[in-house]
């Protein structure tokens, strides 16, 4: 396949690379569920195609690779009691599991904006790249949703607890933090990219996964950590609880500057999202990445279903006041029987990877 399809995706091979181009730039290239039937595929066509050594994915524009789902269609079909997010999201998980496990390398420029969706397409990719323009976040709790696209499993095996920090907070990683949050592997200034696609394309068939990640590192700045990973001693104590209450109440014990500003910023959350977030996180821990799919899926059903979400996307989304009333309002309302639904067991054939 050498020819452009147009529209919201452009799939097509330059060379020896298997071109995936997200194309909205206008929306910061939020995926829909069209988009992620394309990328299937996209990848059907390259990974069958002898002369596709190499999958690039890219996003359209100079804002970012993507700023994540198309947010507000969701929101419009739970407001209906539509089926969009059963429908979607079992794709776009199935997606994931796909990427992560592509027999060809994969490299994803994760440059400018990456949050949500954008991570599910690239933080599971065989090699990620940031860049000194990299703006990593998954800021879902912030919706009264959780961070999901394999979300838990990649924050529960960052090191110590800067992934329960990143997960509750949806703060932002720069590239180097995205390393170290072990979301990425190599930090490629913005202005080398070019230079490197161009390398890609020349890659040799055949070439292994180990070829591509030296053809990379000699782009590579070699930056491995960054502002947050320097507080991570102290992120470890604050967060390294499995109940919110106990987090809230280690950061007002601190009392730092540091632990207010993050007090404030958790304040600001979801309290049913944040305890939902924290016990996906702790049930990650050991799992693979398909078996955090298959939560992340029941916990979704749920969300969808849930004024929360429905309320914390007309405050961010649709309104944009950014003054959600989140139900119940406290972390310590938060009861058991509240949140039993999000970790019910779902039919076996809910989610099936092939």
């Known amino acids: 396949m050498s020819g452009v399809e147009a529209g919201d995706l452009v799939a097509r091979v ?18 829909t569920l069209e988009m992620f039937r394309d990328i299937e595929k996209a990848l059907d066509r390259f990974e069958a195609d002898p002369a596709v050594a190499v999958i690039l994915l890219e996003g359209a524009g100079e804002r970012g690779l993507c700023a994540g789902g198309d947010i507000r269609t969701l929101w419009e079909s739970s407001k209906v009691k539509g089926d969009l ?28 904006i990456v949050m949500g969706g954008g991570v599910g397409l690239s933080a599971h990719a065989s090699h990620r790249v940031v860049t000194d323009r990299t703006k990593l976040a998954m800021p879902e709790v912030g919706l ?12 529960s095996h960052s090191p110590g607890e800067i992934g329960t920090y990143f997960g509750l907070t949806g703060q932002t990683m720069n590239g180097p933090d995205a390393i170290h949050a072990k979301f990425a592997d ?3 200034p913005s202005a080398r990219l070019p230079e490197l ?34 507080r991570e001693p102290v992120i470890d104590v604050l967060f390294g609880f499995d109940r919110m209450e106990d987090i809230f109440a280690a950061l007002k014990r601190d009392g730092s500057e540091f632990a207010l500003a993050t007090l404030k910023t958790l304040n600001e959350k979801s309290p049913r999202g944040m305890v939902v977030t924290l016990k996906l996180l702790r049930l990650a821990r050991g799992s693979s990445l398909e078996e ?24 961010a989304v649709i309104d944009k006041d950014r003054n959600p009333t989140w139900s119940p309002p ?16 779902i039919g076996a054939d809910e989610l099936k990877f092939n």
């Open 330 to 345: 406290r972390i310590e309302d938060v009861t058991p029987n509240m949140l039993a639904p999000y970790l019910a067991e």
């Open 85 to 112: 997010g059963k429908i979607l999201w079992r794709e776009e998980y199935i997606l994931n599991a796909r990427i992560k496990k592509f027999p060809k390398p994969y490299v994803a420029f994760m440059d400018g």
């Open 144 to 155: 009264g949703f959780f961070p999901d696209v394999g979300g838990t499993y990649l924050l």
């Open 197 to 230: 696609r161009e390398a890609l394309m020349k890659v040799r068939s055949g070439a292994t996964a180990a070829d591509v990640s030296k053809l990379i590192e000699g782009f590579a700045t070699g930056e491995t950590a960054g502002p947050v990973a320097a």
């Open 14 to 31: 330059e060379g020896a690379a298997g071109i995936i181009r997200l194309n909205r730039p206008k929306a910061i290239n939020a995926v």
């Open 186 to 188: 190599w930090v490629v």
């Open 292 to 315: 955090c799919l298959v939560r992340e899926y029941r916990a979704a059903l749920e969300v969808f279903r849930s004024d929360d979400f429905r309320e914390g996307v007309r405050a």
